[in-house]
């Protein structure tokens, strides 16, 4: 301890004090404080760089939403009016359908109508037809029963008994 | 690193020359003694040579001296340069070249200037007692005729921080200027530019806080390189121990007293001088105790650390190069120098860490006592 006081010299640091003190006014103009302004000033710009780059992120990400909702739009209505064409075309198929049925209705019921009269006709005619072959076959038993005297007289007989009895 | 253990290894160009005579006399001159007549004090060789010598590198010098050998002629040849001497003698201020001592240090060679008798003893300047013409010592070799003066010379230390503070301008202003110009720094700024964010980032940032780090992050980077390449230089052969002078080391300790001190706001001083939630008994005693602790326990150990820890690396590096004198009998030149290269290589690495620890300590220390000062306490 002794030795140590005894080496310790006030004069050096009487000189050291004076010249750190001098240093550190000289480093700190000269040195520090441009140095850390400027390491300041670009840690900023790093900064800003940095959160206007995150900003551009989100806009894009913003953008790239709207995109994807626009697009989500027009297949929605894609969709929509293809459905609705889908619609369109069962709904005039059915149209078509019903009214091809109704036509065929019709059709159906005149031709049947039509089929009906014929019958008529037809028939009015076979009942007509009918009733001269009936007159000729009459006609031809007639013929053949008055060929026989006795069988005219006979049948004079039962019509006038028949005249008769009206 | 090899460099750098050379480096150390040539501390003195003494050293060298002193293997190489080792050498030629182990091999040439067997069995002629080294020392005919009497040792000169050039050749370090014995123990309580290199004690000395050891102990003489510790202190500050007036000279700055890269080597010395003895001529042919058996004339002691210095290499270096003198270095101003300026005191303050009980006749004013006396100035002159410390070559004019001619590398004495034992006191009997007299300056006189101004009237007054000037002799160097141990790395003092001794100003002679009036009516003294040399002088005397007592048991303890203590000079008995002469007192000490107030010694503002240009020593090697002082030389050491005018150089390293001219370098450090130099560099980070050269720096400060980079950035005018361009956004990242290039060449040299670039080796710079991590070395003081991580002083602002690791050291200043953490320890004192986001809002008050600005204002003291100038001292603190002033005194990290400051001390850092003050113990890097002192690894190389220049010699120079500047972080191990401890007028340099209290100096650096008191000016983070005196910034601590300053700048505690209200909270610190209460809580130094009247702690608060603690019996209002005890308040006195802890008042005394936190006052002790921050304005000398904290001064104290920040000055002790660092220049503890940078002799001790000096004197370790040093011994263990003498290992190769010291060991020379007991395992020969050879192994002597072996183990003494080998030793001496590894401390060194470790030295270059030290270098960076104590500076990177004394730093984070002086912020955090900083921090202290300026916390703001929320109040419960």
């Known amino acids: ?166 | 690193m090899i460099f750098l253990t050379m480096k150390v290894a040539k501390q003195t160009f003494k050293f060298f020359v002193l293997i190489s005579m080792l050498f030629a006399s182990t091999f040439a001159m067997a069995d002629t003694p080294i020392n005919k007549d009497g040792d000169d004090g050039g050749q370090v060789d014995t123990k309580k040579e290199v004690e000395d010598y050891i102990l003489h590198h510790i202190q500050d010098s007036h000279d700055f001296s890269l080597f010395s050998y003895t001529s042919d002629a058996g004339e002691r040849k210095h290499f270096g340069f003198p270095l101003p001497v300026i005191v303050w003698s009980s006749n004013g201020l006396v100035s002159f070249m410390s070559s004019e001592f001619h590398h004495n240090d034992d006191g009997s060679v007299i300056v006189e200037k101004n009237g007054v008798k000037l002799v160097k003893s141990h790395s003092k300047i001794l100003e002679l007692d009036a009516g003294a013409s040399a002088v005397s010592y007592d048991a303890e070799h203590h000079a008995t005729n002469a007192h000490r003066v107030w010694d503002f010379s240009i020593t090697k230390s002082v030389f050491g921080v005018l150089v390293i503070g001219l370098l450090m301008l130099f560099w980070f202003s050269g720096l400060a200027r980079q950035y005018k110009k361009k956004q990242i720094p290039t060449g040299f700024g670039r080796v710079l530019e991590p070395l003081v964010l991580y002083v602002r980032d690791e050291i200043a940032r953490p320890n004192i806080g986001e809002k008050h780090y600005r204002r003291f992050t100038g001292y603190l980077l002033t005194v990290f390189f400051f001390i850092w390449i003050l113990n890097l230089l002192g690894l190389t052969p220049f010699g120079f121990n500047v972080t191990g002078q401890l007028a340099v080391t209290a100096c650096l300790a008191i000016f983070t007293l005196v910034i601590y001190t300053v700048s505690g706001n209200k909270d610190y001083w209460m809580h130094i001088l009247w702690m608060p939630g603690v019996p209002y008994l005890i308040r006195p005693v802890l008042a005394i105790i936190e006052l002790a602790g921050a304005l000398v326990i904290k001064p104290f150990s920040l000055l002790v650390r660092l220049f503890a820890n940078i002799s001790a690396g000096h004197i370790v590096v040093m011994s263990l190069i003498a290992i190769m004198f010291t060991l020379k009998e007991s395992l020969g030149v050879v192994g002597a120098t072996g183990l003494s290269l080998v030793l001496s290589f590894f401390i060194t690495l470790i030295e270059v860490l030290v270098a960076f620890l104590q500076a990177y300590i004394f730093t984070m220390l002086s912020a955090l006592f900083i921090g202290m000062a300026v916390a703001e306490h929320e109040h419960h």
């Open chain 1, 1 to 166: 301890m002794d030795k140590l006081l005894n080496d310790f010299s006030p004069g050096l640091f009487v000189v050291q004090t004076i010249l750190l003190l001098l240093l550190i006014l000289l480093m700190v103009k000269f040195a520090w404080k441009p140095i850390m302004n400027s390491l300041n000033e670009r840690e900023e710009g790093i900064q800003d760089a940095l959160d206007s780059a995150e900003k551009a992120k989100l806009e894009m990400q913003n953008l790239q939403a709207d995109n994807q909702k626009l697009l989500n739009d027009a297949r929605a209505e894609r969709e929509a009016m293809l459905k609705e064409a889908r619609e369109i075309k069962n709904s005039m198929i059915e149209g078509a359908k019903e009214e091809a049925q109704t036509q065929a209705n019709k059709m159906i019921a005149q031709a049947q109508e039509a089929i009906e009269s014929e019958k008529k006709s037809a028939m009015a005619e076979l009942k007509s037809h009918v009733a001269g072959l009936s007159v000729d076959i009459a006609e031809k038993v007639v013929r053949q029963e008055l060929s026989n005297k006795d069988k005219q007289l006979a049948l004079v007989e039962s019509l006038l008994g028949e005249a008769k009895l009206n």
